[in-house]
């Protein structure tokens, strides 16, 4: 299946053999020490994973239930007449098919597959940018595409990558990707992440989005055993990144439940000064949604929850 598709999930690979994820995981690293494959957070890769990119058929295959509840709670976000930048991946693919339903939006996009998910919408209008086609992802890149968005300001700006770290913040694999990417956020006020648990604590060669310029992180429940994923998830907190996390549950014998009935977001704390924060004024927390007043130690006992879980 890695041969197959570049990179696969744990849960994918657990659901076709109809075993563990335990189980599944002690194989991998088997398959590892022989160097077959690479392990990655939540999934395993083909060797040389750090610099080395999936097409989009593979990455279409990898977290699919996964994406589409992170695409499901980053829609939400999403306000009528606005105006966004969508980059290019697979989860922002699936944002855009929700956005079909926001009347009065524009939408700014490098990427082909998020045009053709919104041609058909009567009432968003769709901006792209020029550029160089790059047949892996369909997406936009080059000169072309960094100097057509100078000079544009938009709310927010939706962007996924090949990994996300406290540390670095996003990254991706492709240089001409991270450069556009890095224009798609100089445009924007807000910078929302996708990024599923597969990518949380990956680091790949370009960053595209340090840590300190990531408002929002929508992403999914970390497996139970996966404590690396909870551990990268408090540290961006830690930081200041908002966090909201889409669950998706499983009925017996595999299937998963459509996401969009059973999303649910959890807000994690934000401590220290953050952009916008007003000169002087007193520190507080930002949260991902209007839930109304919140003290610190409720706020904490958020993230032990997260954590255990």
Do not use: C, W
């Not at 992170?70 to 930048?85: P, Q, T």
């Not at 994690?268 to 000169?279: F, I």
């Amino acid at each position: 299946m890695v041969r197959a598709n570049g990179a696969v999930s744990l849960r994918e690979l657990a659901r076709v053999v109809q075993t563990s994820e335990v189980t599944v995981r002690r194989d991998v690293r088997a398959l590892e020490a022989e160097g077959l494959l690479d392990r990655r957070h939540g999934g395993a890769v083909l060797p040389g994973g750090f610099t080395r990119e999936s097409g989009f058929p593979q990455k279409s295959h990898l977290a699919t239930a996964e994406k589409t509840a992170i695409a499901d709670l980053a829609a939400s976000f999403v306000e009528e007449g606005e105006a966004i930048v969508v980059g290019a991946g697979t989860t922002t693919q699936e944002l855009a098919r929700r956005l079909a339903r926001v009347p009065g939006l524009t939408v700014v996009t490098n990427s082909l597959l998020v045009a053709q998910a919104l041609a058909h919408a009567n009432r968003v209008e769709v901006v792209m940018t020029g550029g160089t086609l790059r047949g892996s992802n369909y997406a936009l890149v080059g000169s072309g595409a960094e100097q057509s968005l100078q000079g544009l300001r938009v709310s927010r700006a939706f962007l996924s990558g090949s990994g996300l770290t406290a540390e670095r913040g996003l990254s991706t694999s492709n240089m001409l990707s991270a450069s556009v990417d890095r224009a798609l956020v100089q445009a924007a006020s807000e910078v929302v992440v996708l990024a599923d648990h597969t990518k949380l604590g990956t680091d790949t060669m370009f960053q595209t989005v340090p840590t300190d310029l990531i408002t929002r992180l929508v992403t999914d429940e970390p497996p139970v055993h996966d404590d690396r994923a909870a551990t990268e998830l408090q540290a961006l907190a830690d930081q200041g990144v908002q966090i909201a996390v889409a669950g998706a549950s499983e009925q017996p014998g595999g299937d998963q439940v459509p996401a969009r009935r059973q999303h649910q977001r959890r807000d994690v704390p934000l401590p220290g000064p953050r952009r916008g924060q007003v000169p002087g004024g007193a520190p507080g927390l930002r949260s991902a949604t209007a839930l109304g007043e919140q003290t610190p130690g409720t706020e904490r006992a958020r993230v032990a929850d997260l954590r255990r879980r």
